[in-house]
């Protein structure tokens, strides 16, 4: 591993961090309750008047490295029109528990009650929710918790339908026999094959001693912690799915070519979630189509969460 003060991952952080920062986002830490500390980039104690005025929205990021490396390229766009929040999920970047390890306690239904703790905390009644992946996953059962608090939502490549035959197929097109292999990477061979799942762009030519840099940055801190997390999930244990109807509306972005959640996964969902729920397909994209083309993605925010909904 290179020295510090030779990582290209902790420069590219620090460039991340101005990015939101020059949206007028702090970051901040709070405890929610006596065991739960959650970290959030959003805005400072004293807003502007202007600020305060904007709808709020809750950006929940996927399995992976911390917020701020997957929603840079949101946080410009987004924060002209809405009053962001962006936290780490337990377990990621600097938010953490100390409540026993169960499946209660590690399950995709505590980060979303974390969630809502957190909103809640921060005076914010009213809210959307964005989540994508296993974000999505929080941002679904938040909309069942919390059908009086959250107002629309968008569930990005998020496989909030998945059986176990979809997680077993998964595993094997990683060429895998366990997800932890899959999702939590720890050399620059493991992340260059975790990018060929999730994006349309290749790794190939990058050095092997940058993606062990960017490998240690962002997949070291927390792995057992993780890995609990990846047991505790409801989703997938079996071949029955539990999706209902959610009382929101809801909009659905996938990438044409997902590799994660096959695209088949998000008609099949649009059906499960009934007449309020649209789907957008991102062409030539994968599993992180913010990513991938960020404007089209961005776009698709904008007009579903400022347009009104029908009338019923």
């Not at 009650?113 to 905390?121: A, N, P």
């Not at 994508?132 to 919390?146: E, I, L, P, Q, R």
Request: charged share 25%.
């Amino acid at each position: 591993m290179a020295p510090s003060f030779l990582s290209v991952a902790k420069f590219v952080e620090a460039i991340l961090r101005r990015r939101f920062s020059s949206t007028g986002l702090s970051l901040q830490t709070l405890s929610i309750d006596s065991e739960t500390t959650i970290q959030f980039w959003g805005p400072p104690p004293s807003q502007s008047p202007e600020n305060k005025q904007k709808p709020s929205l809750l950006l929940l990021h996927g399995f992976g490295p911390s917020a701020i490396w997957q929603w840079s390229r949101q946080v410009k766009p987004l924060s002209l029109a809405f009053r962001l929040y962006i936290p780490d999920l337990v377990f990621f970047g600097g938010s953490t528990t100390t409540s026993s390890c169960s499946d209660e306690n590690r399950s995709e239904m505590f980060q979303a009650s974390c969630m809502g703790k957190l909103m809640e905390k921060l005076g914010v009644e009213r809210f959307s929710v964005v989540g994508t992946s296993y974000g999505g996953f929080v941002a679904y059962n938040m909309a069942k918790m919390f059908p009086e608090k959250v107002e629309k939502v968008i569930l990005a490549s998020s496989g909030v339908n998945m059986r176990r035959s979809d997680n077993e197929a998964f595993i094997a097109r990683a060429k895998c026999h366990r997800i932890v292999e899959v999702m939590l990477p720890s050399s620059g061979t493991d992340l260059r094959r975790f990018s060929g799942m999730v994006s349309s762009r290749r790794l190939d030519f990058v050095p092997n001693f940058v993606l062990n840099d960017f490998c240690q940055k962002m997949y070291s801190e927390k792995r057992d912690e993780k890995a609990e997390l990846l047991e505790g999930l409801s989703i997938g244990r079996d071949d029955k799915t539990n999706v209902t109807p959610l009382q929101q509306d809801v909009m659905l972005i996938w990438g044409e070519h997902d590799q994660v959640f096959p695209l088949k996964m998000a008609h099949d969902l649009k059906e499960m979630l009934g007449k309020k729920a649209k789907l957008k397909v991102i062409q030539k994209t994968s599993h992180i189509p913010q990513t991938e083309k960020p404007k089209e993605f961005n776009g698709t925010i904008m007009s579903f969460l400022l347009s009104r909904s029908p009338s019923i």
